[in-house]
């Protein structure tokens, strides 16, 4: 499943051991995360660590997985790497963490792309495995004496030739294995395809859901900026509720007070009308030397009759005005708390 094959098998197996001591150690000693996230590079990275030592090629411990089966596994975790930040949701709470394992899946992909997978022990030994059937032609000889020796070495390079079955048999196998080799690389070109169709479209997912996210967050530091707004706003018009209750209040103090001083000056102004008409009256049956101060003293308490009345006006105006602003002031703080 490799689209370049330049990558020795050695090479990949050394990166395959690389990648798999990274995704243990550094989420354990290099960049610490939740549990969650350090398990999954934990995890992975054994898993790749078991694979290498069960493949066969060079460095493989116990060689039981074909090196094809091998490149499956690679892409396998290519996906699990790219892909679990995002379905396990810890691309928030473990960035770091996040970047490191879409950055190793990356280098995972790089590589398996340039890998030749066609790698096997039994290549390498072919031309040794595959012995060439030789049939001899037979040889002439006739008597020792009369056989130059310089023509013996040439009759027998001459006999050394395979013969058209044998060539023939050796073209159908190697025909037969190249072609099973073009059907293997199909096959795994096909596969290769696929799981960078799945990649994409994982990273697709990835990446709507991260915009739907950050969509979500967006509106809901909407919706709690409107709610402080208006908190604010009950919190404004709550005090204002109050303060023209302590408004309305002071007008009905006012007014029981203007009420009282109203009282006050008319009492005031009945008992100087009383004076007045006393000295009056003192005036016209008094003796004459009495009359002027009695008449004197009934003028002033006309006045302060006067004086009384007037002021006794002014109270009850006052009255009227602190009941009205009191009853405005009751009618707002009582539409304020009804609009709450």
Request: hydrophobic share 55%.
């Amino acid at each position: 499943m490799s689209l370049i094959r330049l990558l020795p098998a050695r090479f990949h197996a050394v990166a395959d051991y690389a990648v798999a001591a990274l995704l243990i150690l550094v989420p354990l000693f290099i960049i610490k995360g939740s549990t969650l996230a350090v398990a999954v590079g934990v995890a992975v990275g054994a898993v790749v660590a078991v694979v290498s030592a069960l493949t066969r090629y060079p460095l493989g411990l116990v060689k039981v997985l074909p090196f094809t089966v091998h490149s499956a596994g690679d892409y396998l975790a290519v996906a699990l790497l790219v892909a679990s930040p995002f379905a396990l949701r810890f691309q928030h709470t473990d960035p770091h963490l996040t970047v490191f394992y879409i950055a190793a899946g990356l280098a995972v992909l790089a590589v398996s792309v340039i890998t030749d997978y066609q790698y096997s022990p039994k290549r390498l030994d072919l031309p040794a495995q595959q012995p060439v059937h030789v049939q001899q032609a037979p040889v002439q000889q006739g008597p020792v004496r009369q056989v130059p020796v310089e023509q013996a070495p040439v009759q027998q390079a001459a006999t050394v030739q395979p013969s058209p079955a044998s060539q023939g048999s050796l073209a159908r196998e190697l025909a037969t294995a190249y072609q099973a080799a073009a059907q293997q690389a199909a096959a795994q070109q096909a596969a290769a395809e696929q799981a960078a169709a799945k990649l994409v479209a994982a990273q697709q997912g990835a990446a709507e859901q991260i915009a739907a996210q950050q969509a979500a967050a967006k509106q809901a530091a909407a919706f709690q900026a409107d709610a402080e707004q208006a908190a604010a706003q009950q919190v404004a018009a709550e005090r204002g509720a109050r303060a023209a209750a302590e408004r309305a209040a002071a007008f009905q103090a006012a007014a029981r007070y203007a009420a009282e001083q109203h009282a006050s000056h008319t009492a005031a102004a009945e008992q100087a009308a009383a004076e007045r008409a006393a000295h009056l009256a003192a005036a016209r049956q008094g003796a004459p030397d009495q009359a002027a101060a009695h008449q004197a003293a009934a003028d002033q308490a006309a006045a302060h009759q006067a004086a009384h009345q007037a002021a006794a006006e002014q109270a009850w105006a006052e009255h009227i005005a602190a009941e009205q602003a009191a009853a405005e002031q009751t009618a707002a703080a009582a539409q304020v708390t009804a609009r709450n």
